[in-house]
């Protein structure tokens, strides 16, 4: 699977260790930054990169990493296409693939550590969108609100 990735200075120490992990697991990706640990950066310059790169089809999920992994999900998820989720633990990861079809993840680096963190990715990088139609319903209504 083709992924985008990006971090802010929060973020970046959580990301540069996954990378290794996502190549492991048989992943390629492409890091939109940051590409140093710089305490003046803003999450939104990372996020917003990585959500067009996936809401236009150029990658098939992002994951971001910052502090929390609230401010990543705030700005990904104002990009038309994006469904965002912030996972601190993988019931979220899971259910957010099967029921949302989340395409983007978020990791908090002061958050969740690099054990459980790859936890997190491997389960949502592993998990399905169930197609169910309830779950369809809701993602057209959601798309609606996006103008589609």
């Known amino acids: ?22 190549t492991d697991l048989g992943h390629t990706y492409q890091d939109f930054g940051a590409s140093k640990n710089d305490p003046s950066d803003d999450y ?8 067009k790169a996936v809401a236009e089809g150029k990658f098939q999920r992002g994951v971001l990493f910052c502090g929390s992994a609230v401010g ?6 104002k990009i038309k296409g994006v469904r965002a989720v912030a996972a601190n633990e993988t019931y979220t990861a899971r259910m957010s693939r099967t029921d949302d079809d989340t395409n983007v993840l978020a990791l908090g680096g002061r958050v969740v550590g690099p054990e459980l963190a790859k936890d997190i ?6 998990t399905e969108f169930s197609g169910e ?8 209504k959601i798309a609606q609100l996006e103008g589609d």
């Open 1 to 22: 699977m083709r992924i985008a990735i990006g971090s802010d200075h929060a973020g970046f120490a959580l990301k540069e260790e996954l990378k290794k992990f996502l």
């Open 121 to 126: 990715l491997r389960v949502w990088l592993d």
């Open 44 to 51: 939104p310059d990372f996020a917003v990169p990585v959500a």
């Open 133 to 140: 139609e309830r779950h369809r319903r809701r993602l057209r």
């Open 72 to 77: 990543m999900v705030i700005a990904a998820n």
